[in-house]
């Protein structure tokens, strides 16, 4: 298996650079396994391929306002820092732009307008990671996530009139610097019309970093340096998971992120039941991975060779995949964060 497996060229128009109005109207296309038969629908016909019985399980992680800008201490030059994932207490891996001259030591000051008024945050280069990493560590981290725009990723280029439309409706714990898309299309009006079908929903977290869009560049992908991200599955949900398994129902993750934090916790369990989980999140899941939990799965479209596209290769086999990507492609759908949706089955 090569990188290069997972390769296809897309059409730069096909890149959506804005979200649906409204949420559930984006185009689906229905995948099924069994017989590589495929659908097209729009999202909100969703609710007729769910039955009474079916748990969805969908990552409530809030996007942080991540993108933060501020002055050297000692020079006055202007930085910008994007947050990428939290170590400890005020304490952050970030990228620093421009990175010259930023070592171990420097301080940065922060200043803007808050919900109190104007505030200064301060900030010290504490570390230095792999590719222009800085571990950066702040004097006050809820004052700094107030001065913080929301990021986007780096092939949307047409600025966002509402933040809120790179939220999930339900995003709840705050932590990630990317959105997970394939809940975006979730309406309020929709989730009620699931679980008037008789569908429970779960919640998980996982904090999603910006690793989770760069390129596998190894053309073997198992030396790839697989991102990790931290996620909690509450012993509650860990309980309901394991009866649904138990007895037989099927398992929805909404997006590759509960795929992931859901098969984490099963690889950490015995066989019947799923133990409650909290950590730093690491599956690889390739062709020929044997999933656990998961009985279908929503995505989005995901970039060429990214562990993205074959963790959802190795759901559905990459042939099948890559054909529907091929069909996608010649139909127009849009791609990527703010594109259209498959439901994998």
């Not at 659908?39 to 969703?46: A, G, L, Q, V, Y």
């Not at 609710?47 to 201490?73: E, F, H, M, Q």
């Not at 304490?91 to 505030?119: H, M, N, Q």
Request: with cysteine; glycine share 8%.
């Amino acid at each position: 298996m090569k990188t290069s497996d997972f390769d296809y060229h897309l059409p730069p128009e096909l890149i959506a650079q804005t979200p649906v109005e409204p949420r559930d109207h984006s185009r689906l296309m229905v995948l099924g396994r069994s017989q590589s038969s495929v659908e097209h629908r729009h999202f909100f016909e969703i609710v007729d391929y769910l039955r009474a019985g079916d748990v969805l399980v969908v990552n409530d992680s809030r996007v942080i306002p991540a993108r933060i800008s501020g002055r050297k201490a000692d020079t006055g030059g202007r930085v910008e820092l994007l947050l990428l994932r939290r170590l400890d207490t005020a304490v952050w891996e970030a990228l620093v732009k421009p990175g010259k001259r930023v070592g171990i030591g420097t301080r940065l000051e922060i200043t803007g307008d808050s919900t109190t008024g104007s505030v200064k945050v301060w900030a010290e280069i504490t570390g230095l990671g792999e590719e222009g990493v800085k571990v950066v560590r702040f004097s006050d981290e809820k004052l700094l996530l107030q001065l913080g725009r929301a990021p986007l990723p780096p092939y949307i280029h047409t600025p966002l009139v509402d933040a809120e439309r790179y939220q999930t409706v339900y995003a709840l714990a705050l932590g990630s610097a990317a959105a997970p898309t394939a809940g975006l299309h979730f309406t309020p009006q929709l989730l009620n019309n699931i679980k008037g079908k008789g569908v429970q929903l779960l919640f998980v977290t996982l904090h999603i970093g910006l690793d989770t869009f760069r390129p596998v560049r190894e053309e073997d992908p198992l030396k790839h340096p697989i991102h990790k991200e931290y996620g909690i599955l509450t012993q509650e949900v860990a309980t309901e998971l394991s009866q649904a398994k138990k007895d037989g129902r099927r398992i929805i993750c909404a997006g590759t992120t509960t795929v992931r934090i859901l098969e984490q916790a099963a690889q950490a369990s015995n066989a019947s039941l799923l133990a409650p989980f909290e950590g730093w999140v690491s599956l690889l899941a390739l062709p020929g991975y044997q999933f656990r939990m998961v009985s279908a799965m929503i995505t989005n479209f995901h970039l060429p060779r990214s562990t993205l596209l074959m963790l959802v290769a190795a759901f559905a086999d990459r042939d099948s995949i890559m054909r529907a990507y091929e069909e996608a492609i010649a139909r127009k759908y849009r791609f990527y964060s703010f594109g259209d949706a498959m439901l994998i089955l």
